[in-house]
């Protein structure tokens, strides 16, 4: 099977607390077809870093799957609003994984990010939720 020429990933971080228990959910998909979804446990980590974590997931995964058009949905504002120039990127350890991601970007023919309401975004949450959920069952109480 040949690589997919273009695919949406819909990406969403989640944090319990600020810093707290945080997530990643991506869905990966391509026209009405889900190829994949992506849940995982960062760690205790802030919203934000949950987020741009959760884009690098799936910049990482266009590049497995050898895509070369990537369009990323998201419905975090300041990430959007970061990576697309619009603010400037003022920590420095979200910085860290700004440029990771811009560096990650660079290596498709095309990349672009698109903000979207957080109700066309529920199974990138409901992944990102789950990931947290899953590790509590797993810690002991």
Do not use: C, W
């Not at 895509?67 to 990323?72: E, F, H, K, Q, Y």
């Not at 419905?75 to 990576?83: A, F, V, Y």
């Amino acid at each position: 099977m040949s690589a997919p020429r273009e695919v949406a990933f819909y990406i969403d971080g989640s944090s319990l607390g600020n810093p707290g228990d945080a997530g990643i959910g991506v869905v990966i998909a391509q026209g009405d077809h889900t190829l994949k979804n992506i849940s995982a446990y960062i760690g205790v980590e802030t919203n934000n870093i949950a987020e741009y974590t959760a884009l690098l997931y799936a910049l990482e995964e266009a590049l497995v799957m050898k895509t070369r058009r990537v369009r990323v949905f998201t419905d975090s504002e300041l990430l959007h609003r970061q990576i697309t120039g619009h603010y400037k990127v003022k920590s420095e350890t979200i910085k860290v994984l700004f440029d990771r991601a811009m560096r990650l970007a660079a290596a498709f023919e095309a990349f672009a990010i698109e903000r979207i309401p957080r109700e066309r975004n529920k199974g990138a949450d409901k992944l990102a939720r789950l990931a947290i959920k899953n590790k509590n069952k797993q810690t002991p109480k």
